[in-house]
Each structure stands twice: as C-alpha cells, then as structure tokens.
Nanobody
Framework: QVQLVESGGGLVQAGGSLRLSCAAS????????MGWFRQVPGKEREFVAA????????YYAESVKGRFTISRDNAKNQVYLHMNSLKSEDTAVYYC???????????????WGQGTQVTVSS
C-alpha cells in the first residue's frame, strides 16, 4: 500500500512561488501515475496537474497552464508541483493522488495524501 504525504504549502504573496512535494512510501512510485488536485471549502475537488508513471506525459488545468509545472523523481519516490505567478484564486488545500494510469478525474484516483494548505495573499 502506497502512502502519500504532501509538504511545502504555506503563505505566499501574489506573484510569488511555492514548490509542493509529495513523498510516497510503501511501494515504488514509478508504478503509479500521479495527480495534484486542490479544494476550497464548499467546492468540489479540482484537477490541477497530472503526470504519467515515467513522466513522459503531463496534463494541466487551463487555469494553471504556463504557471505550474508537475515533475517527478522516481529514484527519490517524490512528485513535485512547482507553482509560479501565484494568484489569490490559487488558495486551496492541495492534494497529491496516485493511480495506475494517467487521469485528470479525481474520482478515478484511489490513493490520496492528507493535503497541504496554500494561501496566496493579494
């Protein structure tokens, strides 16, 4: 069983940058496609970015395209979300998730981390 733990969230000013990390334990990460999602209170969990098992394919939500980059280091069993030019509307709890094959749908992911809060002040 893979366990996922996110880190790197925090408070940042608009226009700033953060890097989120997702560490996996229990099984090698290279057997899973990975996704980042975010959620604000009262709203559904929203797709942010996803990366295939080896990293050859990536997908992004339109709202973050050109500002966020998803990457992975399978040797370190980690996935990252590099967030630049942050906006107040990026404020949310960010979750990483794993599944065997690439997907942008939160309902298709069966392994989730506990989330990390990102707050962007304007």
């Amino acid at each position: 069983q893979v366990q996922l733990v996110e880190s790197g969230g925090g408070l940042v000013q608009a226009g700033g940058s953060l890097r989120l990390s997702c560490a996996a334990s229990g099984r090698t990460l290279s057997s899973h496609a990975m996704g980042w999602f975010r959620q604000v209170p009262g709203k559904e969990r929203e797709f942010v970015a996803a990366i295939s098992r080896i990293g050859y394919s990536t997908y992004y939500a339109e709202s973050v395209k050109g500002r966020f980059t998803i990457s992975r280091d399978n040797a370190k069993n980690q996935v990252y979300l590099h967030m630049n030019s942050l906006k107040s509307e990026d404020t949310a709890v960010y979750y990483c998730a794993a599944r065997p094959f690439l997907s942008t749908s939160s309902g298709e992911y069966d392994l989730w981390g506990q989330g990390t809060q990102v707050t962007v002040s304007s």
